[in-house]
């Protein structure tokens, strides 16, 4: 059973930067894609982007597109998130997920506990 824990999060004024990271352990992490989600209060749980197995390949929301990047380190079991221009929009609780490549949660078997991030005008 694979373990995932995400850090990073917190306050950060508008158009600054966060870089999230998500550390996995209990399984082959490099096996699978790793994705990014993130729960408004209120809201349903949202697609932020995704990165394959190997990291070659990925994709993001339109609304993070060229603002948001994701990347992974297999040896380290890592994959981040790194987080620019962000925008009080943004503000939400943040997931990343282990399991197939694509964005419907349905795809992931695999998830975080969470990490907030805040964004304040």
């Known amino acids: 059973q694979m373990q995932l824990v995400e850090s990073g999060g917190g306050l950060v004024q508008a158009g600054g930067s966060l870089k999230l990271s998500c550390a996995a352990s209990?399984?082959?992490?490099?096996?699978?894609?790793a994705g990014w989600f993130r729960q408004a209060p209120g809201k349903e749980r949202e697609f932020v982007g995704v990165?394959?197995?190997?990291?070659?390949?990925?994709y993001y929301a339109d609304s993070v597109k060229g603002r948001f990047t994701i990347y992974r380190d297999n040896p380290k079991n890592t994959v981040y998130l790194q987080m620019n221009s962000l925008q009080p929009e943004d503000t939400a609780d943040y997931y990343c997920a282990a399991g197939a490549y694509g964005h419907s949660l349905e795809n992931f078997d695999h998830w975080g506990q969470g990490t907030q991030v805040t964004v304040s005008s």
């Open positions: 990165v394959s197995w190997s990291g070659g390949s990925g």
């Open positions: 209990g399984d082959t992490f490099s096996l699978y894609a």
